[in-house]
């Protein structure tokens, strides 16, 4: 669902960038969108990109679009933030420093799913009630009579 957005794009562990472009489209979340949502495969190492179509509209004196073609270097940086940033950069250098719509950007990187409770080690017992770790749990029960 992108509800009035341009849809998401896949940014691969092997550099390839690839819309992920849903079943249905949906109209603006303020007018009642009919919403059905889209399921897309990922991988670890992939950086999914979300953004408002002011980024794609954005113009520079000469009436060119602003290409997120031409910024996958600045996509791929390690730090997320810092891609963020220098996109926004980028973005601001290319419009001579004049938007005239709002932007939003957001990068998200897939990693490895964390290990499932079935793949950990089975976690030692807890020392019985009364007794200290070292010690002997039948002395601590006190006298059997």
Known sequence: MICGHPP?????AGGGL??????????PLGLHPHIQPST??????????FYTD??????????GY???????????RTDLETAADQL??????????KL?????VLLLEATSPPAQPQDQPPAAAPPARDTLPGSDPLAAAGPRL
């Not at 998401?8 to 691969?12: G, S």
């Not at 690839?18 to 109209?27: F, G, I, N, V």
């Open 8 to 12: 998401p794009l896949r940014l691969t």
């Open 18 to 27: 690839q819309a992920l472009t849903p079943r249905a489209y949906a109209t």
């Open 40 to 49: 897309f495969t990922i991988n670890p190492g992939d950086r999914l990109v």
């Open 54 to 63: 002011g980024l794609l509209e954005a113009r520079d004196r000469a009436g």
């Open 66 to 76: 602003f290409r997120l073609d031409d910024c996958l270097d600045t996509l791929r």
């Open 88 to 97: 926004l950069d980028r973005l601001l250098a290319h419009t001579g420093r």
């Open 100 to 104: 005239n719509d709002d932007i939003a």
